[in-house]
């Protein structure tokens, strides 16, 4: 069993940026995929990144690329969330999750999931 625990939230204005963190405790990190979701009040939750096993690829939703990016630390147990020119829209609870699979990736194929942490941007 994995837990995944997140960190990095907050208020930020506009244009501000936040580094958001997810803590494995497990040394198996290293063999899941590592992604990223987010939820906004009354809203679905939705895919936010995601990145490989390595490191080496990584994959981003439209809504947030060019100004967010993943990464990894295998030697840490830690995924990272970069989160920059955040917009008001960007407010939701963000989530980290862990994916034996990298083909099919969504809500139902997430193995682990975070308790998430509120990002909430002020226009």
């Known amino acids: 069993q994995v837990q995944l625990v997140e960190s990095g939230g907050g208020l930020v204005q506009a244009g501000g940026s936040l580094r958001l963190s997810c803590a494995a405790s497990?040394?198996?990190?290293?063999?899941?995929?590592m992604g990223w979701f987010r939820q906004a009040p009354g809203k679905e939750r939705e895919f936010v990144a995601r990145?490989?096993?390595?490191?080496?690829?990584?994959y981003y939703a439209d809504s947030v690329k060019g100004r967010f990016t993943i990464a990894r630390d295998n030697a840490k147990y830690t995924v990272y969330l970069q989160m920059n020119s955040l917009k008001p829209e960007d407010t939701a609870v963000y989530y980290c999750?862990?994916?034996?699979?990298?083909?099919?990736?969504?809500?139902?194929?997430?193995?682990?999931w975070g308790q998430g942490t509120q990002v909430t941007v002020s226009s």
């Open positions: 497990e040394r198996t990190f290293s063999n899941y995929a």
């Open positions: 990145i490989t096993w390595t490191g080496v690829n990584t």
């Open positions: 999750a862990a994916a034996e699979t990298w083909k099919t990736w969504n809500i139902a194929t997430m193995t682990y």
